[in-house]
């Protein structure tokens, strides 16, 4: 039988061209041509652009290239916003991703054992994905809201908040009615960050589910048969395994995350107070769009490039790597 | 079941427990927002979990009555259906010819396909705002169906060749000994198995149309024409006034089905991304 298979597959790649399309180079070229030719037009062209942009001093008012110029780059790097917006980056997304990876690898360890009502908890962990973000975030505007939060109310019934027109009422861990979640930099710095693993983490914990099913029921079996403890367990034999897929999640959840508007746009517009909680996203649409500025927006989305290319591509080798050994 | 083993499947609900409350709580409460009266919504001493006031229909009403919600669902729909096809029909050829025919190149190209995803909306939109003003797609759903796939396109041509390269080239091999021409054994072979693929990027692009923000709220401005994302923050918030009732009930009315379509191909989803993104 191995025989006759060997000769089949030889013969196979003998196939006269009968057709055209059977000349391979010719039908990957022409495969590849739509997606090839969309990107190179509706990606390429406003990418130059908007790198000419960068280099410029076009706005809405003058929109001509008259000449190019790195004013714009000293411009925007000597502005104090700019570089908290920069550090912001840096912090929500590193904040909000080790929060959500760790949290969705305990997550989905939860769900891969068989328990009753499954299905639902399955539903109403994907809630936050199935949710337009821009949407998500107006329900959580209300859940941190300086006068209405529900999350202030329970803490004013646990006796964490003041309850008013109670005499002698003491707040635990804030002598006020409220916390204003979004009334001060720190705490609107910890909103930003919940929002963000509230809407990652469907996605993350879905991702490692898919990884954790690809480890073989017999390696678990065997290493249960050992009696090796969970932790160990863990550590020694899932995580190795999870690893490619884990960075796959990882930089998932880093390029939604470092890239995001909405949820700064929408939450804390950038305040408080003012452009304190800023991101390079939401910056540059301040600055580009509403100010009309479009050669200092172009230039403040810029610096998110090399972040985002040396992240991935770092991730990917990685991920590749461990898949081989 | 021994004492451990009830011991372990205990924690595993608490566990469960705790993580269906962070992620459905909000929900939760805008279920119940949307049928309060906003004397009962406007009082921080009011329980906000249950009625203290019998539930109303009025803020259903003002969303369907005055206001384009029933447009802004149906653009989004047609938006997102039109995407998803855009996408199929350009990222299974594109992500078949970088994983099988382009031979060394594939990978290299399958890379860059990655890294063109990775240019934010927020540098391009600019630029592309010229090119919707050219094609005269402004005000129109037509700028979101052109634009939307400079996204998705990149992204599920990248997942769908670590996909397609998990599929053992011998079985096309075998149906084109049998007398079928390469294009003949990828319809009838490698596309039916390249089905939880397939699937896995229809889901990524239809998420990733759906959560789209920037571009819809850049480029279209009139109110029929708006999507859901846009329609919903734009029009039920005017000024300071937050229509709260009905921005909840616009939010439910979406998730509750999405998540549902959702759950139902989780387990195919789950298979596709494995495969693809680990290969790709």
Known sequence: VTASTTVQTQSAAEVPHRYWLDNERLLGAVMLFPAGIYIIVLVGVPFVLAILFAFSDVTVGSPEIKGLTLETFQRVLSDPN???????????????????????????????????????????????????????????????????????????????????????????????????????????????????????????????????????????????????????????????????????????????????????????????????????????????????????????????????????????????????? | MNAREIGKSGLNYGIITLFVIFTAFPFYWMLIATFKTSNDLYKPANNPFIFNQPPILDNIKLLFNQTNYA?????????????????????????????????????????????????????????????????????????????????????????????MKSIPPDVEEQAMVDGYSRLGAIVRVTLPLALPGILTIVVFAFTLTMHEFIYALAFVTASEHKVISTGVTTELIRGDVFFWQAIMAAGIIVAVPVAIVYNLFLDRFIAGFTLGAVKG
Not at chain 1, 124 to 144: E, H, N, R, S, V
Not at chain 1, 184 to 211: C, D, F, K, N, Q
Not at chain 1, 244 to 263: E, H, N, Q, S
Request: hydrophobic share 55%; proline share 6%.
């Open chain 2, 71 to 163: 447009s802004f669902v149906a653009n989004t729909l047609i938006v997102g259906v039109a995407v998803v096809l855009i996408t199929v029909l350009m990222a299974v050829p594109a992500a078949y010819s970088l994983a099988r025919l382009a031979g060394p190149w594939g990978e290299k190209l399958g890379i860059a396909m990655f890294m063109v995803y990775l240019i934010p909306p927020t540098l391009l939109f600019i630029p592309m705002s010229r090119v919707v003003t050219v094609l005269g797609l402004r005000d129109s759903i037509g700028s979101q169906i052109v634009i939307y796939p400079t996204f998705t396109v990149p992204f599920c041509t990248w997942l769908l060749m670590g996909f």
């Open chain 1, 82 to 325: 700019f570089q908290r917006a920069l550090q912001n980056n840096f912090l929500f997304t590193f904040l909000s991703q080790l929060i959500t990876i760790v949290l969705a690898n305990i997550l989905a360890q939860a769900l891969a054992r068989n328990f009753r009502g499954k299905w639902l908890v399955r539903f109403l962990i994907l809630l936050p994905w199935a949710t337009p973000i821009a949407i998500g975030t107006i329900g959580w505007l209300w859940m941190l809201d300086s006068v209405y939060s529900p999350i202030d109310w329970i803490f004013r019934n646990i006796g964490l908040l003041k309850q008013p027109g109670v005499l002698g009422s003491v707040g635990l861990l804030k002598n006020s009615t409220n916390m204003y979640w979004l009334g001060e930099p720190v705490l609107a710095t910890m909103s930003v960050v919940l929002v963000h693993v509230w809407r990652m983490l469907p996605m993350s914990t879905v991702i490692i589910m898919a990884g954790l099913t690809s480890i073989s029921p017999d390696i678990r079996d065997a290493v249960q048969v050992d009696g090796v403890g969970w932790w160990r367990e863990w550590w020694e034999v899932t995580l190795p395994l999870l690893r490619p897929i884990l960075l796959v999640a990882l930089l998932f959840g880093i390029i939604f995350t470092f890239t995001d508007m909405t949820v700064v746009y929408v939450l804390t517009r950038g305040g408080p107070p003012p452009n304190t909680t800023q991101v390079l996203a939401s910056w540059a649409f301040i600055k580009g769009i509403q100010g009309g500025n479009l050669s200092e927006g172009a230039a403040t989305v810029i610096f998110m490039l090399p972040v985002l290319l040396g992240v991935s591509l770092a991730m990917l080798r990685v991920a590749r790597q461990s898949e081989v050994r």
